[in-house]
């Protein structure tokens, strides 16, 4: 008794479930753009159980070469139920054109309902190979690889992103994917866009749903003008495509082929900047950023340091540009300023902050002036030049030394007078004269020593032998 309660209590919250929505007729096509020798299929659905008497559109300016098939599903899931009852049509276009496929319609709780109709544009004819079925042009006819650009004539300076998307429809699978041959961006500065897994998202592309994933984002900033490319973006990928025949029970067999695919090469034309209210001090700034500097102690002693901090915080080509310098005074001795960037990459571009700290170090007692700083950049969304400029700063060095100042006003010029030897001119011209030179080759002494040894040897020789 208790199971056939629950089996009756599930069929009335089943029906009530079913007759508490609102019964929808929606009309699906397979592509909505196809050459004049193809077909396409066009699925009619209803969500809600009872419809009755439905009625096709005409077809104008198509013929009817396959259905209508029926079909009927029914789910439960989490508490929620779904139906779906489905009149299936395979037709082909007569001729080319951009044409409407009128509204069906069906009757449901004692009232007709109608579908939307459906645009088709039917193109020239479109090469067809003998076999429909052959894997490779199945896969070619359901899987893209396309590259998305954000903008194709931005400023020099100004970030775009490029997207690599994989789209496929819902007659395949993939089932493995990697990449060949990554895209090259010459004539960009470029960084890589962090993507948080591949959850599939539903898209159109050429007028059609698919299924596709985000493969690679990238940020690119044009470093120059003229005609950039972006290379194709090429990639090896398993695919699971029907084989038109079906197992046993009905299922569908499927065939794994592994297909090289690559993205269209894409064309940027960036565009310089204009030097109509160029600033002088432009150092090639692109964005929109906020400027500031801020002086850590402004009242201190001699050899006390203080810190400039200059900071230029926005959306832009952050890393792109040098910072304005801090120009002091003499009396302020300042060293190499440290550089901090806090930086973030996203697809609107290269966002954050990025600072330089300056220390400074005075040597004297004495109130000083820092003169004030400006930065320009150019803002590509309002086309103009925009500049900011700081305030004079002034550093109270309160303790320290006097810096001595001479008075060189009194200083006369005074003629210099030569006394004995203490001080001499210093001499402007030289006369030298070449000293006497005597070579020793063929002088007296050279035969004096040359035959000297012709002469001791007979002497020796004879004294020798009188001993």
Known sequence: MKLKFYISLFICLLSISLVAQEATLKAKVSKNKLGVNQRLRIEFSIDKQGGDNFSPPKFTNFRVVGGPSQSVSQSWINGKVTFSQSYTYIIQPKRK????????????????????????????????????????????????????ISKANPYVGEGIYVEYRLYVSENVSVYDTSISEAPKYNGFWNQDIKVNGFPVKMGKYNGENYRYIVLQKA???????GKLSIDPMRMDIVIGVPSGRADFFGNAITKNIR?????????????????EGKPANFAGAVGDFNFSVALSKDILKANETSQVQVKISGKGNLKLFELPTVETPAELEMYQPERKERVRVNASGLSGAVTDT???????????????????????????????????FFVDVQEGKELITLDTSSVRKQEVISTGKNFRYIATKTNFITAKKIDFFKSNLFYVLFLLPLIAIPIGVFIGKKE
């Open 97 to 148: 054109g951009a044409f409407s496929i009128a509204s069906a319609s069906i009757k449901i709780g004692g009232k007709f309902i109608k579908s939307e109709p459906v645009k088709v544009i039917v193109l020239d004819p479109v090469e067809i190979p003998k076999n429909p079925n052959d894997p490779n042009y199945v896969a070619q006819q359901n899987i893209h690889l396309v590259a998305e």
């Open 219 to 225: 940020l690119l900033i044009p470093t120059k003008t």
């Open 259 to 275: 297909r090289e695919f690559a993205s269209t090469k894409k064309i940027i034309r960036p565009k310089s900047l204009p030097l």
């Open 358 to 392: 300056y220390t400074v170090v005075p040597l004297y007692k004495g109130k000083y002036k820092i003169p004030s700083i400006s930065f320009s950049y150019f803002n590509p969304k309002e086309k103009k030049y925009k500049t900011i400029a700081t305030e004079d």
